[in-house]
């Protein structure tokens, strides 16, 4: 766990000298050194009273770099089709188990029928769609959103005679397969 690297780029950010530090926790400049060299573990009780004074929350200073804000940029974006190349999916970002995706079907276009484990939140951002779930039936137009339990089996499809543009967020995204044969 790299604590002092974390602890020296918030104070950098904030540009506050070790000096400045050091009066505001009490703690020595050598102690405050060797912290964000990481070459001692400070105790919670110190990492508190650092995180205090740093205005942070303590389990941020906790954190691995892979469990910090990942960014990706729009140049950065991977792109993917699925539907026998019809429709279109840019993969914005993901973290754990969740994934925000835009995703673009031309006029005709289906996802298909699918089912996984998680949930899915869905808003409209241009054109008109079907949703469907078991009885569950609903057309949909630009600003609308749905949410819905994704192991029970869905389809979205265009309705419309425009390009329709879906934001999609995703939670545990499971083939029903992979977690019964886990």
Excluded at 26 to 54: C, D, R, W
Excluded at 110 to 128: A, C, M, P, Y
Excluded at 139 to 150: I, M, Q, V
């Amino acid at each position: 766990m790299d604590i002092g690297s974390a602890i020296r780029t918030i104070r950098k950010q904030k540009q506050i000298t070790i000096m400045q530090m050091c009066e505001g926790t009490g703690l020595s400049k050598g102690f405050i050194s060797n912290v964000e060299n990481n070459k001692t573990s400070p105790s919670i009780a110190t990492l508190e009273s650092i995180a205090e004074y740093l205005n942070v929350p303590l389990p941020y200073l906790l954190l691995t770099p892979e469990q910090r804000m990942n960014v990706v940029r729009k140049h950065e974006r991977q792109e993917t089709t699925a539907g026998s190349g019809q429709i279109k999916v840019q993969h914005l970002t993901a973290k754990g188990a969740m994934r925000l995706s835009i995703v673009e079907l031309p006029p005709g276009a289906s996802t298909g029928i699918n089912k996984h484990v998680g949930e899915e939140s869905h808003l409209i951002l241009q054109g008109k769609i079907r949703a469907e779930q078991g009885e569950d039936v609903e057309l949909l137009e630009e600003g609308d959103s749905f949410t819905w339990n994704a192991i029970v089996p869905h389809e979205v499809a265009n309705v419309g005679d425009e390009p329709a543009i879906v934001l999609i967020a995703v939670s545990k995204e499971l083939d029903l397969d992979q977690l019964w044969n886990a």
